[in-house]
């Protein structure tokens, strides 16, 4: 049973930090790329960030300089951690894993095969 639990999420003010976390189980996460992606009402989903298996990372143009991913792979998790937060990032933010043999980081949402049920992100201005 493949699992991705996010953890993190609250109500911040504009400038704030968050860390989020994601708990995977019934996988291995060092054979998975793993991304964050975020979509707020009445907007299409997003990526945000993408650690490849090999720890290259790719960000959105919106959040580079501001968030960073990382893994740690012994304890099966990821991270996202947050800076300088602005209302425009408000969002649902969820964590995903690919399947199979895929590599490089990667924020094109069809390359992921499990996603977790989300974590809500809100900035006030």
């Known amino acids: 049973q493949v699992r991705l639990v996010e953890s993190g999420g609250d109500s911040v003010r504009a400038g704030g930090s968050l860390r989020l976390s994601c708990a995977a189980s019934g996988f291995t996460v060092s054979n998975s790329v793993l991304s964050w992606f975020r979509q707020a009402p009445g907007k299409e989903r997003e990526g945000v960030a993408s650690s490849g298996r090999g720890g290259n990372t790719i960000y959105a143009d919106s959040v580079k300089g501001r968030f960073a991913v990382s893994r740690d792979n012994p304890r099966n998790s990821l991270y996202l951690q947050m800076n300088s937060l602005k209302p425009e990032d408000t969002a649902m933010y969820y964590c995903?894993?690919?399947?199979?043999?895929?590599?490089?980081?990667?924020?094109?949402?069809?390359?992921?095969?499990?996603w977790g049920q989300g974590t809500q992100v809100t900035v006030s201005s």
């Open positions: 995903a894993a690919t399947r199979g043999a895929w590599y490089a980081p990667t924020l094109l949402p069809s390359r992921f095969g499990d």
